[in-house]
């Protein structure tokens, strides 16, 4: 793992917009690996400022978000959809058609998972997966937990994740969705390189975990010390705990 440190959220996701930007010029058919969460909003805002006026071309781009929860899709405040489409997706010429997301609402969520497996692979596999990480150590939607789901699946919500996500709600913890589907381990782990944010003291306890720790389904980032091409980019606060 390739730890970096920066003095601040602003820093950390300028310099990632920059990486990203420069490889979208590299190979304008990249697919792209996308979070939601507090942590990616600077990294969106600095992605939508630079891609103004055309100056990113985002037309042969291929998206796919890691999770939406259940009950949840297109025009649901609150849905991870509606959250890419505020922050980055109405602002960028990027084609409908490549913007991979998982429909919460789907008739058969099984199948709706397996959709999306498929999906990826067809599109040639995620170049670069970007990724936040809970306070638990969950990515995606993988939980914390006695053993992990390799492939996209329905994941049941940790009650800190249900209130982590609140202000998506209103602040109303009743109605944060208990479900959602999430890409499992091992379609994080294919992706050909990833890139991992965290920010704030909150996270410095999981980050500490996720570098210096066991490899353990309880955290689940810690697995991302078997992939060979991971960078991980923290402020002041996450980057506390390390020695
Ligand atoms: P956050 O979520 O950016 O809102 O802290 C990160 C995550 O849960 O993956």
């Keep these: 793992m390739k730890i970096e440190r920066f003095d601040n959220d602003d820093v950390l996701a300028a310099t990632l917009a920059t990486r990203l930007i420069a490889a979208i010029s590299l190979k304008p058919r ?3 690996g996308l979070p939601t969460g507090r942590t ?78 498929r999906a990826i692979e067809r599109a040639g596999g995620l170049d670069i997966q970007i ?34 996500n609140a202000g998506l709600f209103g602040g109303e913890l009743g109605r944060v969705p208990t479900h959602a589907l999430s890409m499992g381990m091992a379609t994080i782990l294919r992706a050909q390189e990833i890139v991992l944010m965290a920010t704030g003291a909150e996270k410095s306890e999981a980050v500490a975990g996720m570098i210096d720790g066991p490899l353990t389904t309880r955290l689940p980032a810690s697995f991302l010390q078997v992939h060979p091409r991971v960078t991980v980019m923290l402020d002041r606060g996450a980057a506390r705990r390390l020695t």
């Design 30 to 32: 990249i697919v792209l």
């Design 131 to 164: 990724l936040g990480i809970g306070a638990n150590g969950h990515i995606g939607f993988n939980e914390p937990a006695d053993a992990l789901d390799a492939k996209t699946h329905v994941a049941a919500l940790q009650g800190e994740t249900r209130r982590a």
């Design 40 to 117: 990616p909003v600077a990294l969106y805002r600095e992605v939508r400022s630079r891609s103004h006026r055309g100056h990113v071309d985002w037309s042969q781009v291929r998206t796919f978000n890691l999770d939406e929860f259940v009950g949840l899709g297109a025009g649901d405040a609150g849905s991870y959809r509606s959250y890419m489409q505020a922050e980055l997706f109405d602002h960028v010429r990027i084609e409908p058609l490549n913007v991979g997301m998982l429909d919460g609402r789907a008739a058969s969520l099984a199948a709706e998972c397996a959709r999306y497996e």
